[in-house]
């Protein structure tokens, strides 16, 4: 279908990939991943036929249809969203009409002449394609792909320029797969979807009847969709069977086997170099030594790559805050005439991990400024806990910057006391080496902006960090390294991100924002996804922790915290004096359990502070995660009993 051979292409006087050949096939499902800076997007370009090769070739079937998507930059003007869509179909609908022309005529000429013929094969024609555009089913399929990505139906109706510039490439995206060309190329289609968009759009892509390659920084994205993974790596195109896993286990076994191949290779080379060197002057040994001169000049080196650069970097461990770090109290937000948040209640406690989720527009970012007290509430208090130091990233960062500012001078503005060479290794760290440090920030790509902006937040220790999607413009790898920072961080965190394997790998809390309230779950991104899709409400999960732990469960229900209403009036049955002995003994294991399992998770996190080695650092890790599951159960279902025996009327 699409043929790269021998494919070479440079960024001005950077080789980005040379050598490439690939054969893109009609059920092409692959995922193109690299770091940042190795030429994913402009491979991508070339396949799109949008830039073209410095060498080789690249050959196209006859016939073939490719749709591009690019990361932004997109604008559409002067129709309706609805009728935007719809406009990819204009030649089906101008054959619409030609049907009723060609239909005429045939009625007219005869069977038996060549111009019926012609016709006749022209109405064959169009009869096929408007069956294969399932004409009369269009208005369904255009709404079926907007109500997918988000668009409501009021939005349907809507001048395209009316929308910002993530929702304008939500239309691109809609038009492309609206169209279904032969071979789709997205570049980064998650960048400006939620989750539940996103959701959406793993599902469409799992049952696209035709080819797509596309590059994600979304590793469960990848592995949802694709089948292959295609890796720009070392100047070179490499290709592997499987989703992204697959592939991380595949490149370090390849990686290995290069590794014993050059080794082997290496002793062979100096066998035959010893060999010669020590026999070249003898004449009983000529034959055997042109042997070898030919065997060595035979011989295709082996080149064992650098390692990949990426970010090497920790959060500075802050001192510790209260236990509790963050109250909000009937919390409210208006933005005339639109109420985004009313009368939101919620406790942050002390090593929290929390993932902030929800459909764009319900209030995450507004809710997330306020916690960070950059923004005021309409109604309500956020109240910090004792000792307290909150820091915050907003996913726009780099906009506060000052462009005309040089790097290291900003950052040292920022951190008068840090020593400079300690603030040149930070930079370093995140990939700012040489002079890139004297560069202006406004010179910075975005991805370049948002790892400074990462940088300097570093220089300023805080123990209550709140992050606007982090991840964005991060590749890959750079993603797992920050993830592994903050598991290790012993501060609390409260994070908004819309990529799938970053929450799963880091929430102990799910707070979702819709409909004006705030609903908390317990665990992961998983765990909030089987108890919204009908899993029993209750702590099941950290139930059977507690239980493997020998520590007694009393089941309690999903806290939920939304709009407050009035508590209607209920009539409390009695229990009997055993059952209310039983509950009295329970919240005071409780009360005597919690501080101690309190006093384990300090000591803890203390000691990550003092790092070991590697694999102390991971039992530790798994330890606390384990203890703040535990605790977080153990005072659900005290605060439930207390809640019992006051309505009972009976004393602890």
């Not at 054959?95 to 038996?112: I, Y």
């Not at 109706?157 to 060309?181: H, N, V, Y």
């Not at 694709?226 to 290709?239: A, D, L, Q, S, Y």
């Not at 992961?524 to 089987?530: G, M, P, Q, R």
């Amino acid at each position: 279908m699409l043929h790269l051979a021998d494919g070479s292409k440079r960024f001005g006087h950077k080789l980005l990939f040379e050598g490439a050949n690939w054969l893109i096939t009609p059920d092409e499902r692959t995922g193109l991943v690299g770091g940042n800076g190795t030429g994913k997007s402009t491979l991508l370009k070339v396949l799109a036929g949008v830039e073209q090769l410095d060498g080789g070739q690249l050959n196209r079937s006859k016939g073939l249809t490719i749709g591009y998507l690019p990361q932004d930059g997109l604008v559409m003007r002067g129709k309706t969203v609805f009728e935007e869509c719809l406009s990819v179909f204009h030649e089906a609908l101008s054959m619409d009409k030609e049907m009723d022309t060609l239909s005429d005529q045939l009625a007219h000429f005869d069977p038996a002449s060549p111009e019926y013929a012609a016709v006749a094969d022209r109405f064959s024609l169009v009869s096929d394609t408007l069956q294969q555009h399932d004409l009369y089913n269009l208005d369904a399929q255009v709404g079926a792909v907007l109500g997918g990505l988000g668009f409501s139906k009021d939005d349907w109706r809507r001048q395209t320029d009316e929308f910002s510039g993530g929702w304008q490439m939500r239309i691109a995206l809609a038009k492309l797969l609206l169209e279904k060309p032969s071979l789709l190329l997205l570049d980064e289609p998650t960048n400006h979807l939620d989750l539940e968009t996103r959701n959406w759009l793993e599902e469409y892509l799992r049952s696209y009847p035709r080819a797509f390659i596309l590059i994600s920084h979304d590793r469960y994205f990848l592995d949802v969709t694709v089948t292959k993974i295609t890796e720009v790596w070392n100047k070179r195109v490499w290709f592997y069977t499987g989703g992204y896993e697959k592939y991380v286990k595949q490149k370090t076994e390849r990686r290995e086997q290069l590794a014993k191949d050059y080794a082997n290779q290496r002793d062979r080379i100096e066998q035959l170099e010893a060999f010669i060197n020590r026999f070249r002057f003898q004449a009983t040994k000529a034959k055997q030594v042109q042997s070898r001169i030919k065997e060595l000049d035979r011989i295709e080196r082996i080149e064992v790559p650098e390692d990949e650069e990426t970010i090497h970097f920790a959060f500075p461990q802050p001192p510790a805050s209260g236990r509790t770090v963050c109250e909000v109290t009937n919390l409210s937000k208006r933005y005339d005439p639109k109420q985004i948040l009313s009368n939101v209640n919620f406790t942050i406690e002390r090593g929290d991990r929390i993932a902030l989720v929800g459909p764009n527009g319900a209030g995450k970012s507004t809710l997330i400024r306020m916690l960070s007290k950059l923004e005021e509430p309409t109604t309500g208090s956020v109240r910090f806990g004792h000792n307290v130091v909150a820091d915050y990233f907003a996913q726009d960062q780099y906009k506060v910057l000052d462009p005309n500012a040089k790097m290291l001078d900003d950052i040292n503005a920022s951190a008068p006391k840090v020593a400079p060479v300690e603030l040149r290794n930070l930079l370093g760290a995140f990939l700012f080496a040489g002079d890139d440090v004297y560069k202006q920030l406004g010179v910075l790509s975005g991805g370049e902006r948002n790892r400074y902006a990462l940088a300097r937040m570093l220089v300023s220790p805080a123990n209550f960090i709140l992050l606007d999607e982090p991840t964005n413009h991060l590749d890959l790898r750079a993603k797992d390294v920050l993830l592994e920072a903050i598991r290790a961080f012993t501060g609390t965190v409260l994070f908004v991100s819309h990529d799938r394997y970053f929450i799963d790998g880091l929430a102990t809390r799910v707070f979702e924002c819709d409909h004006g309230g705030v609903q908390v779950y317990p665990g992961n991104y998983e765990d909030y996804l089987w108890r919204k899709n009908g899993g029993p409400e209750s702590l099941q999960a950290a139930a059977i922790e507690m239980q493997r732990a020998h520590i007694p469960v009393v089941e309690t229900p999903v806290a939920v915290i939304s709009p407050v209403t009035t508590p209607a009036v209920v009539n409390v049955k009695k229990l009997n004096p055993i059952k209310l002995k039983q509950m009295q003994d329970r919240i005071r294991f409780a009360e005597d359990e919690m501080p101690r399992m309190e006093d384990r998770m300090t000591a803890l996190e203390t000691a990550m502070g003092n790092f070991v080695s590697a694999e102390e650092s991971q039992k530790q890790t798994a330890e606390l995660a384990t203890l703040r599951k535990q605790h977080e159960a153990l005072m659900l279902e005290w605060e439930e009993l207390s809640t019992q025996l006051e309505e009972q009327g009976a004393a602890v």
